[in-house]
């Protein structure tokens, strides 16, 4: 009974080892199955067509942001560049007008507080009816002083003035057909100065005061000659006109402009101040 009793318990015991092992089996087979079910479940979550349509998704908006960014580069470049064109060219306008009444400056007094407006001769053939662009040329340049009412031309080709006059606005208009052409000023209606003078041949050179007399009357007839003669000092280098009135400026910037002079407030020491609106003192760089 003993010898029996023992058996049973050996296999009862090895079928509960048995058993028991079986289980444990059974536990991973269903623990890695639950595992292998939670990953299919995060991937059925976000199936792979949907994935597909977000990187889409994100690809066209970056094309759309790039479309509308390019343009947007652009307008800000192409502002950016107007700017700078417009700074030297507004600018550069400005620099020229500059430039021009600083060219102008050098040769003669300018009227102060004022800037003037600026005209280009375009066609110089129709302005030779008014005296002041008798000898006007294509691309000089025609300054304004309203205020002063005077007008100046000048011809940058050789830096040099061509004429000065005093001028009447009431009756620019009338200036207004002729082909003057300008970003900022009409052809002025001009009217010269008349002004009486007394020419001095400051150098050695025979017949100069003579010659210049002959230059004068015959391209300017608002001035009148009142004598001529020669100067107490014989060595002047340049050529100078002194305004005696000193209301005269127009008429003195003429003559200075036609014996290539200055024009000078004072007359030199040593020298007679005539009884004349104006004095011409011929230097050496006057040729006959």
């Known amino acids: 009974m003993a010898k029996k009793s023992k058996k049973k318990v050996s296999v009862v ?3 509960g080892e048995v058993s028991q092992e079986i289980k444990e089996d ?4 269903i623990e890695a199955e639950v595992a292998q079910a939670e990953v299919v479940e995060e991937k059925e979550l976000i199936p792979p067509k949907r994935k597909f349509l977000n990187k889409k998704l994100v690809l066209v ?3 759309v942001a790039l479309i509308l960014l390019v343009p947007v580069v652009y307008l800000y470049w192409q502002y950016n560049s107007s700017q700078s064109l ?15 009444v600083s060219a102008v400056g050098k040769l003669m007094l300018l009227p102060a507080g004022e800037t003037p407006k600026i005209a280009t001769v375009s066609d110089a053939s129709q302005l030779s009816g008014q005296s002041f662009f008798a000898r006007a040329q294509n691309g000089d340049k025609v300054l304004i002083y309203e205020g002063a009412g005077k007008a100046i031309l000048y011809r940058p080709s050789i830096n040099k003035i061509i004429d000065v006059s005093a001028i009447n606005m009431a009756s620019a208009n009338q200036a207004n057909q002729q082909p003057v052409a300008s970003s900022s000023a009409t052809a002025p209606a001009v009217q010269n100065q008349q002004a009486s003078a007394v020419i001095l041949n400051g150098t050695q050179t025979i017949g100069l005061a003579k010659a210049a007399q002959t230059k004068i009357q015959g391209s300017l007839s608002n001035i009148s000659i ?4 020669d100067s107490i000092n014989g060595n002047y280098d340049t ?3 002194i305004d005696l009135t000193g209301n005269k ?11 290539r002079g200055k024009v000078e407030s004072k007359v030199p020491a040593g020298e007679n101040t005539p009884k004349a609106d104006l004095l011409v003192i011929l230097g050496s760089n006057y040729i006959k």
């Open 13 to 15: 015991t090895e079928a």
């Open 26 to 29: 059974v536990v991973k087979e």
């Open 61 to 63: 908006v970056l094309i």
């Open 86 to 100: 417009l700074g030297a060219s507004g600018g550069n306008v400005n620099a020229q007008e500059a430039s021009l």
């Open 226 to 229: 009142l004598s001529l003669g």
């Open 239 to 241: 050529t100078i006109v």
């Open 249 to 259: 400026a127009q008429a003195a910037q003429q003559l200075a402009t036609l014996l």
